[in-house]
């Protein structure tokens, strides 16, 4: 009876850990402007993991007080989708063809974090996707334990 309690538990032990080694797929929730981003463009304008969001880049044409507007109001929009805010912001990305005009043109961005501001790299770069695009910004948030 000893004997076949053990293979019994060494056969369960085997059967969780096989179930469980098969089910290492990240739980994702994604959220679109629209359809065409996930199937024509190949891609989600928020992927959520865990209590993570990861908010694709969000383009402007100029680098000025509008376009950096226009911008942050975008990301807000997709923030707001989880109920998050600026102040949930943990790290901003920025790239943009004119840092000069960027850092001109600051306080229109930190209109929207109100002095909490996230860890953020800044880039110059040569061009983005959209060749008639000046700037993106890209965000990662962290939302409160539920």
């Not at 059967?15 to 994702?28: E, G, V």
């Not at 989880?82 to 943990?90: D, E, L, R, T």
């Amino acid at each position: 009876m000893r004997k076949l309690l053990t293979l019994l538990f060494v056969f369960q032990t085997i059967f969780l850990l096989t179930l469980h080694a098969q089910d290492n797929t990240i739980k994702k929730e994604k959220w679109h402007w629209g359809k065409e981003q996930d199937t024509t463009a190949g891609y989600a304008q928020v992927v959520k993991v865990g209590n993570v969001l990861y908010i694709s880049g969000t383009v402007a044409r100029e680098v000025t007080p509008e376009g950096i507007t226009g911008i942050y109001k975008g990301l807000e929009r997709s923030l707001k989708q989880y109920g998050a805010s600026f102040q949930n912001v943990v790290k901003e990305n920025l790239y943009t063809t004119d840092i000069e005009a960027m850092k001109k043109y600051n306080d229109a961005r930190k209109a929207f974090y109100k002095g909490d501001f996230p860890a953020a790299t800044w880039v110059q770069i040569s061009r983005l996707f959209m060749a008639d695009a000046k700037l993106e910004i890209e965000l990662v948030a962290h939302l409160p334990e539920k």
